[in-house]
């Protein structure tokens, strides 16, 4: 399998495990993809003369995009992406897997970017929250707004539509006007463990003690902190909590995804989000384990 990576120096550490665990690279460059140029973008990709599986190590980027790469690699490099694009959109977008996770994450509701404007239908979308004020925290159908809060939720009452609704404009302007697919409400957890006193710098976002688990072809690759800048807490995990994660994950149509589960005061685990693998980030202290792990999951699928 090809890993492509972006020509930016927070991979260097990354690009290194992947070598080390014996992968072969590739290179593109991520302000091209930006402009949507995608023949720039992906000039440093080989071509294959029979079709070869790859993988794309990236940044967050809108399924349109993705689309696009995964178009040009297949027709113009006969490189195949880990991910169709219909499966890279059931885990970008809450909206494709909630159905799946329910049972096991906040209370979550959505309302297209149109329909936002309309204080009656934003009012119909929320009321499925109840009568009693909740906190909510808001998102895109893909980003949150963690670097942008100023407080650990982003609406105090989700009865005050007004609230609500400044919390969709201030989220808009913050991503440049750029809204993927409409807004997402979920029900803000108080009860999370926090595994630093302090928030995370530059935000207002506590610490939680939360987790990264990594699936390839729906097995359980890596679990690991979320929280990469503190010492290693992913030993909590026990085989048994995990279990019902790994019975989840068998029901999501992608081949590379990542669940973010986070620990309740009382013990128990609850789903964050769901994200593409190709655009995740890895804990940069177990770069080497992640591609040896995975270069070993390979090994045994292709016998």
Known sequence: MLLIFPTEVKYKAEIIGAQRAGFQGAYYNHQHMLSGAMALMLAQVPAYAQPMPAMLRSFVMPPHAYTAIYEHLAEEKNLYLIDTPEQHLEVCSVVN?????????????????EAALD?????????????EGK?????????????QREHPYDVADHTDLAQAQAAMVNF??????VINGGFVFSEYIPDLRVVHDHPFPMTHQPMYEE??????QHELLL????????????????????EPFKEVAKTIDS???????????????????LNPGQLAGIDYNRHHEFYQKMREHLQVVAE
Request: with cysteine; charged share 25%.
């Open 223 to 242: 679990a690991t902190n979320y929280w990469e800048e503190m010492p290693d807490y992913s030993h909590q995990l026990t085989d048994k909590e995990l």
């Open 255 to 273: 081949n590379f995804f990542t669940l973010d589960v986070a620990r309740r005061q009382d013990g128990s685990l609850v789903i964050i989000e």
């Open 135 to 147: 906190c909510l925290m808001l998102k895109d159908y893909m980003r949150s707004a963690k670097y």
């Open 97 to 113: 897997h909630y159905d799946k996770i329910k049972a096991w994450c906040p209370q979550t509701v959505w309302i297209d970017g």
């Open 119 to 131: 204080e009656a239908k934003l009012g119909a979308a929320l009321s499925a929250f109840g009568k």
């Open 211 to 216: 987790y990264r688990l990594f699936f390839l």
């Open 172 to 177: 808009k302007a913050h991503h440049q006007g």
